[in-house]
């Protein structure tokens, strides 16, 4: 299959939807017109892209959990304990696994084996069985809005029930939901079909009702250069846009170094704005959204507070638009409604005290976004360039080049030769570029950076560093220092 | 003499690669053949990957929470394509949630695993392990960790 | 009384000596000469001066808990689980209420009720009724330096038992252990009982035994202006090394805002030397200790972890010398073995972390620094002044004067006129002066800074602005917004 | 009429002196006589100071958590000195340590207090309550928390 960045034609979308909506029988359920009007009924707190809006106006950095059961009243029980004894200021819905491999009989089965032994089975709320009204009742039962969080390379049938089901925010994309999510599936097929997803989101904002758009940041989570995930953000905003997004927030995923943190929320946006202007796209509203460390945890609980708060002080600190909050269980399974909502009110402390603090703008500070500008569009020109100006087609090339690689990702359409490892600071740098298309100044900044370091330990950079930077968080460390 | 083999993979529709990732590098590292069917593997990929090679043993990982699901019936099927004996190791986080490690190990030994390893642990115990399980530690033999007995004795 | 900063007489050292020895019934267990050995077979490791030493060089920041109970068997319990389940770097014993207040006869029975019902009924370890031998079986049961911790007002035979007991460090000062701990016991006596307890410490060293110690810098923990504690630390440290100490450890309690609160410790250190060279003292080793947020915690263990990493990360991104760990229990009574060697982890997984980051020089963290030292040597110079150039004489009579004014403080010899206010960024500034001689320049900077609080929050600043801020860390703010 | 008065102190060998200057601003505020005792006060500077004033009532506040300690005797002392009757409430962090409230507060109302409040217990409570207690508000009397109840139940 080819793809470019072009708007879906109307009745070639007409046509996939008949199939999409009859992939799994709740697909019946979905009647476009009478969603919008549910979700033009829903009071504005609940929706997402006002309440980010609101936020952005008032400098406040929200807070919000994942979170997702197999069963609708367990899940709803869920959301309402994160609302009331968490204080989350947006819930999520996060998505089982088998739904996201859209695997619905083994969802069901999951759903039925959670029933019998009366705990979750499943690590997700499976929307797709559940249904549309399932998904109103999730959504009416609770104050504040609701997004669905995943990880589904092809979430055409995901979209159109959770949005038809009230749900006012919706991550992925492309890029994002395929390469770190998806081993066999190639990047043609799900840019297109999130083009369709984004085609949809369109199409309710056309008919007055706004979506936000989420595109998955922090990739595989472990020790992803921000100008890797910044590429991808701002290919998959182009991507929405095109098909009619209005309202998207974009993520990156915490490294640990204070400043190369700040410095990449600080320039997520801006790039954004700079490539969509470029194309002549837009005018959208554009906000972050800041992941506390999304690696490998420590196992005890103390020492995950002290991460969950050093990431919630970062996104406070950057004046990120919202933060992911992690648990203290992190390390070692879905965390139970306490742990989770725990999390949240560690992260919420550490937002409020910071809420009028930010990190000031220094020459540290500065080269540190510079850096992340020239890395980020020495890619970004790459693959427009190899796209012949179409950044659909530029991004299925790039990744085939190895242009864009993202570290540790499972995808087979994923070149895999980048290897990140942290600077003397901690700072994630790149020591294998692979086929990342970098200068020699920007190689050299990298090599020296990890130099340094090498030289402070006594060895030579080499993949036992990557491996030890690997386990570091979970050890206690944020640079993995030879014992 | 020839390295021992071993099929190393994900299960089920479990996509966390990094830990795949660091168990090849250092099963290799430890002299082993490495066979890395990586993630998203399913029962019958790890099978044939083991009769195609003649591997010694499975490392089967779960990390997503859906590991109980997937796991079901592995040791049977094994049995089925006459490769009943080989070791199967299994590791991550095997559960959904925070449960008694003890608990689960049960659980898992009961479905025919040789052993069973708590979320995050590091690649040089089951790596000794493995070593130990197939007599190649000088003067080792098999069997003697109390979970490996429990399953030769389950089975 | 009148006191004067100068080094105590020998014989009248002695003879006072005797007495102090006398005061309860384990002074007689003290022999100088033979505990001047004792501490010079202690290996280096066990010395906190020598640690605090290495850590300097290696930019290390190191973490200490707060601990003490009433048995002996119990407290070494405590310490070795705050060594091996926290991974305290240094170790306390915090002396409990009565002997603070030498009221060793209900420090007894204290001790007597918790063996009678099993729990501890002291919030400290009463180590003058417990005597030499015990506290040389404390330190000899754990690994790392011991310091004694407290708040006494006399201290002098306290001083005597536990460092012939072996402990490496001693806490408090004749200021820092008065005002805040004290209602009625004049300032000239409290200092003259430190100078001797100073002249005890400069022995030691004179017969090559370094204790180091550390003048309590958060005094009353409650929104003390950085310039206030700074005045009363460097103070304390002249009339230290005039007694003949070597090794200081310079103490601040964290406000919250990270610009002041790393502009603080910058200037401590510097302030200190800067005064001690004006006075013809030193040279002397000199460190800091960064104490978390010593005011109203939060109930929720959740929220309490988020105010300990916060700590945590400032005190790193400072480079302070060592933190003092406050633990999830703050806010409700004594913390559990487990609560406190919680508390320890989740400060190191942070401190760690951030153990190769520091906050960049900026014109705002400039601009803090001048501040606090023009307004700490406005108060030094008057302290100067008032006493004839005599730092003794000088504090005395300026506390008389209301020049040193320590917000809530119960005692007395307190003027009790200043009133602090957080500014709209949440660092502490001073709504009213009362005595405090600043010029106008400062004064407006303070008015300033807070009135633009004022305008944002519509309403005028006032007491009820200062209850909002001591309720605010508590209630998960820093800044007490109105409602 | 004249306001009602109370003695208001930090019992013991406690020196925390914060919770006590804002309880004696809110107090005034409420409209009571405040006689502020401070930190480091005895049973004897209590009760002495109700004499002399004639106060309706001790807040005795305890922080530092030899509270139950410090606070025994109390009600017998004022039962010596001729004031048995005097309300008494207690607050701040009565003993050792994180402990069940429930207990603690059974523990002093066994002791003689007519109150007992947890942690961090902000003003408006006390306030509310020592009117009801004095009669001072409207269509209300002492009495009606289970609390008071139970220790005039006591004795
Ligand atoms: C990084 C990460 C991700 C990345 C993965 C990127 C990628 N493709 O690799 C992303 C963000 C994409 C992701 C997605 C999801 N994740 Co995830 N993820 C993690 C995280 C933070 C770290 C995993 C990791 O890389 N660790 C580092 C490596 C080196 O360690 P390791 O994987 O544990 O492996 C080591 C050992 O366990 C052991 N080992 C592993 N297997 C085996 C097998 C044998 C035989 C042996 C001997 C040893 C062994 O050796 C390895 C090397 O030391 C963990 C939590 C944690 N551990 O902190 C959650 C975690 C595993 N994820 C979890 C979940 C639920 C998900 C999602 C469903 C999303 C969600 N609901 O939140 C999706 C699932 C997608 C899918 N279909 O699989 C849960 C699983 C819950 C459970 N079991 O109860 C965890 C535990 C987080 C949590 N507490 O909720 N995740
Ligand atoms: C600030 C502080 C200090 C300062 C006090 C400065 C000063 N002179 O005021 C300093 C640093 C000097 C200090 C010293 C000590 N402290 Co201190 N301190 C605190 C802290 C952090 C805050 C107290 C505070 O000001 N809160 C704000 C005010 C507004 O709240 P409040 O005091 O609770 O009072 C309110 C209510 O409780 C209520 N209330 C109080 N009394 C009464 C009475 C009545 C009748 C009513 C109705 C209501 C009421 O109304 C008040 C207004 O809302 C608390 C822990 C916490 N709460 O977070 C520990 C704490 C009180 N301290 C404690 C201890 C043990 C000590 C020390 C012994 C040192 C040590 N071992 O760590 C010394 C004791 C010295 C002494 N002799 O008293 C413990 C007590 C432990 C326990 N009960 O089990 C606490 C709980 C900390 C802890 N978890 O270990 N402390």
């Given at each position: 299959?080819e793809?470019t960045?072009?708007?879906l034609?109307q009745?070639e979308f007409?046509r ?9 029988m709740t697909?019946g359920?979905?009647d476009?017109?009478e969603?919008v009007e549910?979700?033009?009924?829903l ?5 997402l892209?006002?309440?980010l809006e609101q936020?952005?106006?008032q ?8 979170a997702?059961?197999?069963l ?9 304990f994160?609302?009331d004894?968490g204080?989350?200021?947006m ?8 739904t996201?491999?859209?695997r619905?009989?083994?969802a069901?089965?999951g759903?039925?084996?959670?029933r019998?032994?009366?705990r979750?089975m499943?690590?997700?709320?499976p ?8 998904c109103r ?6 104050n504040v809005p609701?997004?669905?969080r ?5 979430a055409r049938?995901?979209a159109e029930?959770?949005?038809a ?8 994309g ?5 390469i ?20 949809l989101?369109?199409?309710y904002?056309?008919?007055g009702?706004?979506?936000?758009r989420?595109?998955?940041?922090p990739?595989?989570g ?7 995930s ?10 929405a846009?095109?098909q009619?997004?209005?309202s ?36 959208v ?6 992941h506390?460390w ?7 609980e103390a020492?995950?507070?002290?991460v969950?708060s050093?990431?919630a002080?970062t996104?406070?600190?950057a004046?990120a638009?919202k933060?992911i909050?992690?648990t203290?269980?992190?390390a070692?399974?879905?965390p139970?409604k306490?742990?989770n909502?725990a ?5 919420k402390q550490?937002l409020?005290?910071l809420?009028d ?14 850096i992340i500008?020239?890395?980020t ?7 427009l360039e190899?796209g ?5 087609l530029g991004?299925v090339?790039s990744?085939q080049a190895?242009?864009?690689d993202v570290p540790?990702a499972?995808?087979?359409f994923?070149a895999?030769?980048?290897?990140p490892?942290?600077?003397h ?7 294998d570029?692979g086929?990342?298309?970098f ?5 050299q900044f990298?090599q ?7 030289k402070?330990e006594?060895r ?5 560093m990557?491996i030890?930077d690997i386990?570091a968080?979970g050890?206690?460390?944020?640079v993995g220092r030879?014992? | 003499?020839?390295?021992?083999t ?5 299960i089920g529709?479990d996509v966390h690669?990094?830990g795949?990732r660091?168990?090849d590098?250092?099963?290799?590292q430890a002299?082993?053949q490495?066979i ?8 019958e ?5 083991a009769i195609?090679t003649?591997a010694?043993?499975l490392?089967v990982s779960s ?8 796991c079901?019936g ?9 490769i ?9 986080n095997l ?8 608990e689960v190990e049960q ?7 040789d052993?069973?390893?708590p979320p995050?642990?590091?690649?040089e115990r089951?790596?000794?392990?493995l070593k130990?399980d197939?007599?190649?530690?000088e ?5 003697e960790?109390?979970a490996h007995g429990l ?5």
């Open positions: 299959m793809v960045n072009r708007r034609d009745d007409e996939e939807r008949q199939e999409v909506l009859r992939q799994w697909g359920e979905v476009l017109a969603a549910y979700q033009k009924n009071p504005r707190h609940k929706v892209a006002y309440k936020g952005k106006e400098g406040i950095t929200y807070a919000q959990p994942r997702g059961v197999a609708i009243n367990e899940h709803i029980e869920l959301l309402r994160l609302q004894e204080g989350a200021d819930l999520p819905t996060t998505i089982d696994s088998y996201r491999q859209n619905y009989t083994e069901q089965g759903i039925e084996e959670s019998t032994v009366g979750s499943l690590n997700g709320f929307a797709v069985n559940h249904g549309v009204n399932a009742r999730v959504v009416e039962s609770v609701v997004q669905v995943h990880g589904t390379p092809d049938l995901l029930i959770t949005l089901g009230g749900f006012t925010d919706f991550e992925g492309g890029i994002s939901y395929n770190p999510y998806a081993k066999d599936v190639p990047l043609a097929d799900t840019i297109r079909h999130w083009q369709y997803v984004d085609r989101v369109g199409m904002e056309e008919k009702v706004r979506i936000n989420e595109p998955f940041g990739l595989t472990t020790l992803v250069p921000p100008c890797i910044h590429a991808v953000a701002v290919i998959e905003a182009v991507l846009v095109e009619g997004v209005k998207l927030t974009l993520g990156y995923g915490q490294c640990g170094n204070l400043l190369q943190d700040v410095a990449a929320v600080h320039t997520l946006t801006q790039l954004a704005e700079e490539y969509l202007a470029k194309l002549g796209l837009g005018p509203s554009l906000t972050t959204v800041f506390q999304m690696g490998g945890f420590p196992q005890d020492k995950a507070y002290g969950i050093w990431g002080a996104a406070a600190l004046k638009s933060v909050v992690k203290p269980h992190e070692l399974g879905i139970t306490e742990a909502a999390g949240i009110r560690a992260t550490v409020n005290m809420k603090q930010r990190l000031p703008r220094t020459e540290e500070l500065k080269a540190e976004e510079d500008r020239a890395e569009r020495a890619i970004l020109d790459k693959v190899l012949d100006g179409d950044m659909a991004a090339r990744f190895g242009v864009i540790f499972p995808s087979r994923n895999g030769k980048i290897l490892a942290r600077d600071q901690g700072a994630v740098r790149i020591l570029f086929n990342v298309p200068g020699q100044e920007i190689r990298h020296e950076m990890i130099g340094k370091r090498g402070a006594s030579d950079p080499s993949f036992q990557v030890d386990y968080i050890k206690g460390m944020l030879p014992r | 003499m020839d390295k021992p071993l099929v190393l993979g994900v529709a690669a990094v795949n660091i168990l590098y250092a099963f290799t002299g082993f490495v890395n069917i990586g993630v998203l593997a399913s029962q990929e790890f099978i044939n990957a195609e003649d010694q043993a490392l990390l997503y929470g859906h590991g109980e699901i997937d079901r592995l040791r049977e099927k094994c049995e089925e394509a006459g009943g004996d080989i070791l199967i190791y299994v590791g991550g559960v959904v949630g925070k449960q008694d490690f003890g659980r898992f030994l009961e479905m025919g695993f052993r069973v390893y995050g642990i590091m690649p089951p790596i000794a392990d130990r197939l007599g190649l530690e003067g080792a033999g098999g069997g960790h109390p399953r030769q004795h389950l089975h």
